[in-house]
């Protein structure tokens, strides 16, 4: 649609299933931009990130309500995950939590 603006700005958390800390340090920078790839195929911006040993926050900034949110954080997700797994970054299976949280922000707040 012509003359449309749109400004969303959602903060995304999400957990490593149990809170176990598997993200370690020398494994954080890698998985930042795996994701960062995740998002910026997605034609959306990420504008923070910050992997903790047992969770994660993402700052992204919305162009389009032609998707759905749940549908990113599927993706981030599971190709992340697959990512984990795929690099053996230690014994067992790598997954998140069931659910995330949003958090909605004005543009003043960021």
Avoid: C
């Avoid at 494994?27 to 995740?38: A, F, P, T, V």
Wanted: glycine share 6%.
């Amino acid at each position: 649609m012509a003359n449309t603006y749109i400004q969303i700005y959602i903060q995304f958390i999400f957990a490593v299933q149990g809170r176990q800390n598997l993200i370690h340090t020398s494994k954080r920078e890698d998985l930042q931009k795996y994701i960062s790839g995740i998002i910026k195929n997605s034609n959306q911006k990420l504008l923070a990130i910050h992997a903790n040993p047992d969770h994660i926050h993402l700052l992204v900034g919305f162009n389009s309500l032609n998707f759905k949110i749940s549908d990113l954080v599927r993706d981030i997700k599971a190709n992340s995950s697959r990512f984990i797994n795929d690099g053996k970054w230690f014994n067992g299976k790598f997954n998140w939590q069931e659910g995330y949280g949003a958090f909605s922000y004005s543009k003043s707040q960021i």
